[in-house]
């Protein structure tokens, strides 16, 4: 394993075996995520796409394989070890938000940060910061309910990152925004890649990948390419991505 990996999968398995046929969703997948590294996973509907980034974060069991986070190997661990890895370690944002209702903004955010061992002056701060970016600010004190599905998802873009991850995981973070809300969230994913933030993303849209360092893309559960993205010279969101 090289020692710049953050994240490894080798010969990563996921068959669904509840119906009367087995259903494999991913079949011996090979994956290496270096630290700093922004890689998209793309693919048709059923690809697998989600099913890997679970299983990579420990939220699906694997089948077989093996899973390594920051040289550790993952995939061999209790429930509960896994969600104490995750609390530390990994940070999830998905298309649907799963904000915690009866908290506020601010307390969805610090939670993350409080629970990974960070001070109330640190994790407040992390949040200040991480909402400041996204223009949430002053909705710090209003609930989940109070806010748009872009404010939402906004919000837990901001959680997933509050507590530092190794690693961040995103499955589809863009897939129910309008385009003004996509630039801000994907404005914020630039921002944190840069500082050398580790993310791997799943996504339908060419446009957001175009932000990644690699493209992935997968078919009937296995990786069929696997490409650097060249660039002449370092882009902004912006220039990247025009989204009206």
Not at 30 to 41: K, N, P, S
Not at 43 to 53: D, E, H, Q, R, Y
Not at 115 to 134: I, K, T, V, Y
């Amino acid at each position: 394993m090289s020692d710049e990996a953050v994240l490894k999968a080798i010969n990563l398995v996921k068959i669904y075996s509840g119906g009367a046929v087995p259903v494999p969703a991913v079949r011996g997948v090979d994956l290496q995520v270096d630290a700093g590294e922004f890689v998209a996973v793309m693919g048709p509907s059923g690809s697998g796409k989600s099913t890997l980034v679970h299983m990579l974060g420990g939220l699906d069991s694997r089948t077989s394989g093996e899973i390594w986070l920051d040289g550790k190997r993952a995939d061999t661990l209790s429930e509960s070890a896994w969600a104490l890895l995750r609390r530390k370690k990994i940070g999830f944002v998905f298309q649907f938000f799963n904000l915690v209702a009866n908290m506020t903004v601010a307390d969805n955010v610090e939670l993350p940060a409080l629970l990974a061992g960070a001070s109330p002056r640190e994790a407040r701060e992390r949040r200040e910061d991480l909402l400041g970016a996204l223009n949430l600010g002053d909705r710090a004190d209003a609930s989940p309910a109070q806010l748009s599905g872009g404010e939402q998802q906004r919000v837990a873009l901001a959680r997933a990152l509050a507590n530092q991850p190794s690693v961040l995981l995103a499955d589809e973070p863009t897939g129910n925004l309008d385009s003004r809300n996509t630039r801000d969230v994907l404005r914020l994913l630039g921002r944190v890649h840069k500082d050398g933030q580790t993310i791997v993303m799943v996504t339908h849209d060419a446009r957001v990948a175009a932000l990644a360092d690699r493209v992935v893309s997968l078919l009937d559960g296995e990786i069929v390419d696997d490409g650097r993205i060249a660039r002449p010279r370092r882009r902004t969101v912006g220039e990247v991505i025009d989204l009206r």
